[in-house]
Antibody, heavy 120, light 108 residues
Framework: QVQLVQSGAEVKKPGASVKVSCTPS????????IHWVRQAPGQGLEWMGL????????SYADKFQGRLTMTRDTSTSTIYMELSSLSSEDTAMYYC?????????????WGQGTLVTVSS | EIVMTQSPATLSMSPGERATLSCRAS??????LAWYQQKPGQAPSLLIY???TRATGVPARFSGSGSGAVFTLTISSLQSEDFAVYYC??????????FGQGTKLEIK
């Protein structure tokens, strides 16, 4: 069955970086974009960006340009999302989710979420 | 960026009642509109895609309608497990798949 398993919770200090992993299984890794969505406590869903696991190209929301990097490791079928220059406003649950390549389709499977807490 | 606006922010209803949730896009998204349900402590779950197609395993009491810029999610007879937060999302403008701010469906 399809699963997206994310790494565990993180606590970071302001100004630091965090790197969260997402390991899909149950389907062909290179056939689906991986998107990242975050949710601040008590707030709505915010799209952050996506990566194409096939070629490694990524696209980011404007607000994260310059401090968000998405990468993939095809040898382990793992996606990484790294966010730098953290502030308290980055405290949120971070989710990875998937979309089939080159289609108009929404997010059908989601990871369990990774809580990132930014606190001094 | 396409802005998605949901109304109302909160909907207070009783089990057995019919619920209607609205979503409006700042420009046409054709039928590239999805609805998600999110329960506390869980990731969102896909309910409806292509504006009106139920995802696998979604009960028939959930239905979606609309096209262009105005969409509706209807729950025909509310069950206790339906009280949650609902989000609409456009996936028309790749790659920025924006969400509405959510509608909280609470028990009256």
């Amino acid at each position: 069955q399809v699963q997206l398993v994310q790494s565990g919770a993180e606590v970071k200090k302001p100004g630091a970086s965090v790197k969260v992993s997402c390991t899909p299984s149950g389907y062909t890794f290179t056939n689906y974009y991986i998107h990242w969505v975050r949710q601040a406590p008590g707030q709505g869903l915010e799209w952050m960006g996506l990566i194409n696991p096939s070629g490694g190209s990524a696209s980011y929301a404007d607000k994260f340009q310059g401090r968000l990097t998405m990468t993939r490791d095809t040898s382990t079928s793992t996606i990484y999302m790294e966010l730098s220059s953290l502030s308290s406003e980055d405290t949120a649950m971070y989710y990875c989710t998937r979309v089939p390549l080159y289609t108009d389709y929404p997010f059908d499977y989601w990871g369990q979420g990774t809580l990132v807490t930014v606190s001094s | 960026e396409i802005v998605m606006t949901q109304s109302p922010a909160t909907l207070s209803m009783s089990p057995g009642e019919r619920a209607t949730l609205s979503c409006r896009a700042s420009q046409s998204v054709s039928s590239n509109l999805a609805w998600y349900q999110q329960k506390p402590g869980q990731a969102p779950s896909l309910l409806i895609y292509a504006a009106s197609t139920r995802a696998t395993g979604v009960p028939a009491r959930f239905s979606g309608s609309g096209s262009g810029a105005v969409f509706t999610l209807t729950i025909s007879s509310l069950q206790s497990e339906d009280f949650a937060v609902y989000y609409c999302q456009q996936y028309h403008k790749w790659p920025q798949y924006t969400f509405g701010q959510g509608t909280k469906l609470e028990i009256k």
